[in-house]
């Protein structure tokens, strides 16, 4: 490599180092062929240590360019599915001529999770070997465009056709935001990074129903009231997703707001995840795996307990409201308190399982207030005197949003692997769609203003998933048993306390007192291997 004119030996040296390291990031496949880019990366600089305000700077700098971009593009995919709720109120089962004594509505609501179950494989694959900054711009703005197309959708065939083309665009998102998380934070700060964008679903039932209200005012002779809706709301996801494309970063290796000093840190903090970064490498023996592991089972059966009441309250909720006696624009504005119980309880949430270290209890306290909201709805009288009761059992329903991102967040820290996140991940959201796609099955217009099936089966369905959260935590117990026994065989500490889930300076405080007692451990951290063969892995509850 030639020396740049006028720079000293230091910078030149500096420059080739760099340089080397760029190379050897892009081209995983030399020298490091099924290690993590990340380990590429550091090979080639000196190990550091990272003190708590070289964390508290970085961290701070992470979060002012990867947050707003996860809130933005998340609160517009909320913005986008809830439409058609939003529609349904003004008009569209009317206007594009549904049938509403069949399930045509309902399928309506479906649709979009089926076109994501089917996308599922697809988009693990390629969140693996493309640059995930990139990916998630172009998915964003293939949405958007396919959102101003329903627009002109006025029959069920061809508002079907168009809700399946959305969920196809959009079963990328969340599957790459909870990649991005893990790839950008460590173990301690995943949860509430990931309850973050989660709650743009409570914003959006704020926001969303404002803005319902504002454009359900606009009389136009050329367009029905759910086409202005539609067509408002793909504009502005469209132009969004020219600043997602341009400022997301593919990894913290590639990241340009960072110095080269900071990407080290950046990485370094993320050693005692002992997840890697991104491999950019598809392996096979992750994926069998991922099918063959007993957590994805469980994570999945959990996800898809929860997804059957999301998708049939997120598809029927303004019209469970519209049944307790209320007109259009009063249903669209007691919707908002729904989502200010939801970003409560899924922000809330986050954080108390983030001060415990577990989010089991905390996922079991969550399904408490959704379990009386139903009985109060299965119980209360539809009459008017009973209106404020029922609003506030359709409020405490609303606490379910609040499972979801902690169910992803204990399924992301229990797995290692590039692959295999990738693959476990696409697994849950298979699991999620499927829930998504069964829920507004559970609900008919016709069955207005009780909704009984519907509200029977959410029932039971919450207290499934206390049952299975239980039976989580007692293999986790079962798996962190066998890593110990196999460290002690290699002669590593039995007990290794998990750092990944404490602060900097607790971290920090234990380095000047471990004297090498967890000798080795952490040295695999991105060797890409999965959670079951990595005997440093500590599983958490």
């Known amino acids: ?54 964390n508290k700077r970085v961290l701070r700098k992470i979060d002012l360019v990867i947050l707003p971009i996860l809130l933005s593009v ?32 309902s399928w309506l609501g479906s649709i979009v999770y089926i076109a994501q179950l089917v996308m599922q494989p697809l988009v693990a694959v390629l969140l693996v070997k493309l640059p995930i900054g990139k990916f998630t711009g172009g998915m964003v703005f293939l949405w958007g465009a396919i959102l101003c197309g329903m627009t002109g959708a006025k029959s069920f065939g061809g508002l079907m056709a168009t809700r399946f ?79 997602v494309y341009i400022f997301m970063p593919d990894s913290p290796m590639e990241a340009k707001f960072l110095s080269h000093n900071e990407k080290l840190i950046a990485i370094e903090r993320l050693r005692m995840n002992q997840m890697g970064v991104a491999s950019r490498v598809w392996k096979w023996d992750h994926v069998m795996e991922a099918f063959l592991d007993v957590k994805t089972w469980l994570w999945f059966s959990m996800i898809t307990a929860i997804s059957i009441p999301s998708g049939g309250i997120s598809t029927f909720g303004p019209l469970i409201i519209k049944a307790f006696g209320f007109n259009q624009f009063a249903t669209i504005l007691f919707n908002m308190p729904f989502g200010l119980v939801q970003i409560i309880a899924t922000l809330g949430g986050a954080w108390l399982a983030t001060k415990l270290k577990k989010k089991s209890p905390v996922l079991v306290l969550l399904c408490i207030p959704p379990i009386i909201g139903i009985i109060i709805l299965m119980v209360v009288g539809r009459e008017k005197q009973h209106r404020a ?10 606490f379910y949003p609040g499972i979801s991102p902690l169910i992803y967040s204990w399924s992301g820290q229990n797995t290692g692997g ?3 996140r990738k693959v476990t991940t696409s697994i849950l959201f298979v699991g999620a769609s499927a829930g998504n796609i069964i829920g507004p099955h ?60 404490e602060t900097t300076q607790q971290m920090q405080q234990a380095d000047e007192t471990a004297n090498g007692e967890e000798g080795g451990v ?20």
Not at 17 to 46: L, M, R, W
Not at 91 to 103: C, F, Q, R, V, Y
Not at 389 to 398: A, F
């Open 74 to 105: 998340y609160c517009l995919q909320s913005l986008d599915k809830t439409t058609l709720s939003y529609a349904s109120v003004f008009g569209l089962i009317e206007d594009a001529n549904l049938n509403p004594d069949s399930d045509q509505f």
């Open 522 to 541: 952490g040295e695999k951290a991105f060797d890409d291997e999965t959670d079951l063969k990595n005997e440093d892995f500590i599983y958490v509850y």
């Open 418 to 420: 590039d692959t295999k």
């Open 165 to 243: 083309l959305l969920g196809a665009f959009e079963a990328a998102v969340a599957p790459a935001f909870i990649a991005i998380v893990q790839m950008w934070y460590r173990r301690s700060e995943q949860t509430n990074r990931n309850a973050s964008w989660y709650a743009m679903l409570g914003v959006v039932n704020i926001l969303g129903s404002l803005l319902t209200y504002g454009l359900g005012h606009i009389k136009s002779d050329a367009l029905h009231s759910y086409q202005i809706i539609f067509l408002f709301c793909g504009l502005l996801t469209v132009v969004v997703s020219i600043p």
């Open 1 to 54: 490599m030639s020396k740049p004119e006028g720079s000293t030996p230091i910078e030149q040296e500096i420059s080739k180092n760099e340089i080397d390291t760029i190379e050897a990031v892009q081209k995983p496949d030399q020298g490091v062929k099924g290690k993590d880019k990340a380990a590429a990366f550091i090979d080639s600089n000196e190990r550091i240590v990272v003190t708590p305000e070289d």
């Open 389 to 398: 009761v029922l609003l506030v059992g359709y409020y405490l329903t609303s």
């Open 442 to 501: 559970l609900f008919k217009p016709a069955e207005a203003p009780k909704y009984s099936r519907g509200l029977r089966a959410n029932l039971a369905l919450f207290v499934a998933i206390a049952v299975l959260v239980m039976m989580a935590v007692a293999w986790i117990n079962v798996m962190n048993r066998k890593h110990a026994e196999r460290r002690v065989q290699l002669g590593k500490a039995a007990v290794v306390v998990d750092r990944s889930m």
